[in-house]
């Protein structure tokens, strides 16, 4: 009857009067043995209490019941006290419109099919339905046709008010039912629509990451296949030695002015003692154990064995398929 995360106050005493006591032995009605239990009740119950009351003002006549059950629950209302109270009285479905603190609530009920749906309704007082149900369990049509005349064009507005009031709320909690469905699934499918883009991006991204590094590998190695004649060039006699350092400086201008240089410094130079990063000509990640940055060489860690390398020989790219 709770749901998770329900919580209650601790109570110093439960009170209640639920049943029917009438005793010939104590000269006891059904009404007095209601007003003896209440009778306690008032006596004993504080705002740590929890007061219980079933069909209270019942087993008299419905006006006095009435009036005094309205009297009780204005001075379970002065003490503070928890309450739940039930009832079939109209004078005292009232109280809740007259009292702050107090809530009307009913169980719905299927006035069709005469069948209680076992669901509190909060902040609607019940009919009773008394007619309905007499005229469904076999009561004569005539007798329950007088009744309905008898209780009067008034009595019947009332109910049929509150009827139309329940049947509003109804038919409120079905939409809001539905609203609710659709916003899980418009929320649902947001969710997939962002995991897709989020794999997408991702996937999006790694394959940056491989043409870049494919890119990387291949300027290394049309350096390396230019650089190794023109440094034998460069000792070559005159002019070509000349010339072939002003075009090893020219090259090494090219790279240096390459979008991926410019990314391998800029993480270079982010780079802290322990940090990781791959070696491609190694084909491995190594762990860095030192940067000299006027140098401009790390040594890594390679196993049991460290190895000093210029920073263009480390890189943070990583082929996927090593990843």
């Excluded at 008299?60 to 629950?73: N, Q």
């Excluded at 709320?169 to 916003?183: P, Y």
């Amino acid at each position: 009857p709770a749901a998770p995360g329900t919580q209650v106050p601790f109570l110093s005493g439960v009170f209640v009067d639920i049943g029917d006591e009438q005793a010939i032995q104590q000269n006891l009605s059904t009404f007095s043995g209601h007003v003896k239990r209440i009778a306690r009740c008032l006596r004993e119950a504080d705002r740590d209490s929890l007061v219980l009351l079933d069909e209270l003002g019942a087993g008299t006549d419905p006006e006095e019941g009435g009036a005094l059950g309205y009297a009780v629950l204005e001075a379970l209302a002065a003490r503070g006290a928890f309450a739940v109270v039930t009832t079939h009285l109209g004078r005292l479905k009232d109280f809740a419109y007259e009292h702050r603190g107090a809530e009307n609530g009913s169980m719905a009920f299927d006035r069709h099919s005469l069948r209680p749906l076992y669901r509190l309704v909060v902040g609607v007082p019940g009919a009773s339905h008394a007619l309905d149900i007499a005229a469904g369990v076999g009561m004569p049509e005539d007798v329950v046709a007088r009744a309905r005349a008898v209780l009067g064009t008034r009595s019947r507005a009332v109910e049929e008010v509150v009827e139309q009031v329940v049947e509003a709320r109804q038919q409120a909690e079905a939409e809001r039912r539905r609203s609710s469905e659709l916003v899980r699934r418009a929320e649902e499918t947001e969710r997939q629509a962002l995991a897709k883009l989020n794999d997408a991006q991702m996937r999006g991204a790694w394959m940056e990451e491989e043409a870049a590094q494919m890119l990387d590998e291949e300027l290394r190695a049309a350096r390396q296949l230019l650089e190794q004649p023109l440094k034998e060039f460069a000792n070559a006699p005159q002019p070509w030695a000349g010339k072939a350092r002003r075009l090893l400086d020219a090259l090494s201008g090219l790279f240096k002015g390459t979008t991926l240089h410019r990314r391998r410094m800029a993480f270079v130079g982010g780079l802290r003692k322990d940090d990781v990063v791959y070696v491609p000509q190694l084909r491995r990640r190594c762990t860095v154990k030192k940067i000299d940055r006027v140098r401009e060489m790390l040594s890594v860690e390679v196993g049991a064995m460290r190895l000093e390398l210029p920073f263009e020989e480390v890189s943070w790219l990583q082929p996927l398929d090593e990843r």
